[in-house]
Structures are given as structure tokens and as C-alpha cells.
């Protein structure tokens, strides 16, 4: 059974910074690309930020400069570094591999 969980959400001031990680389990790790999506209050799911088996990363434009995604494949884990936190990056997020997706970790950032 796949289980991906997401941790490292909170309540932060605007310009601050939250490490979430994402714990997987059930699939072969190294052998899948990881995706961070996120979703605000009557919005959509939006993507984040994604990280290939190889290493290649790619980030949506809100978030470039301000988010890192990496992953460390010995302990099953993706992260994402998120600096500088604006008001607008309130929202659930979700690791993924767009098969499985986890249950999500809240983040709010205050004005």
C-alpha cells in the first residue's frame, strides 16, 4: 500500500521560512518523479514545484527563487524549502508522484 505523508506545515509570518517533508512508503522511490502541489481556499489545485528521478527541478514562477524541492532517496523523502513566505502561498500541500498523492499539511502565512 502506497503512503505518502506530508509534515512541516504551520502558521508562519510573512518572510519567514517552513521545511515541509513528505514521507513515502510502498513504492520504489528512487524510481519516481515527485511533484509539490498546493491548493488555497476556492482555488484549484495548483502545481509547486517538481524534482525528476535524475534530479532536474522545475518550479512554477510564483514560487522560483523562493522554493528549493529536493529528496533524499536513502530515507524516502522529498522537501520542500519554502523562504521568504508571502500571505499568498496560504494553502494545503500535497506531495505527489500523480499516481498517489498524500493527505496534506496546511500552511498559513500571517500578514
Known amino acids: 500500500q502506497v503512503q505518502l505523508v506530508e509534515s512541516g506545515g504551520g502558521l508562519v509570518q510573512a518572510g519567514g521560512s517552513l521545511r515541509l517533508s513528505c514521507a513515502a512508503s510502498g513504492i520504489t522511490f528512487s524510481s519516481h518523479h515527485l511533484y509539490w502541489y498546493r491548493q488555497a481556499p476556492g482555488k484549484q489545485r495548483e502545481w509547486v514545484a517538481y524534482?525528476?528521478?535524475?534530479?532536474?527541478?522545475n518550479y512554477a514562477d510564483s514560487v522560483k527563487g523562493r522554493f528549493t524541492i529536493s529528496r533524499d532517496n536513502a530515507k524516502n523523502t522529498v522537501y520542500l524549502q519554502m523562504n521568504s513566505l508571502k500571505v499568498e502561498d496560504t494553502a494545503v500541500y500535497y506531495c505527489?508522484?500523480?499516481?498517489?498523492w498524500g493527505q496534506g499539511t496546511q500552511v498559513t502565512v500571517s500578514s
Open positions: 505527489s508522484t500523480l499516481t498517489d
Open positions: 524534482i525528476r528521478i535524475g534530479g532536474t527541478t
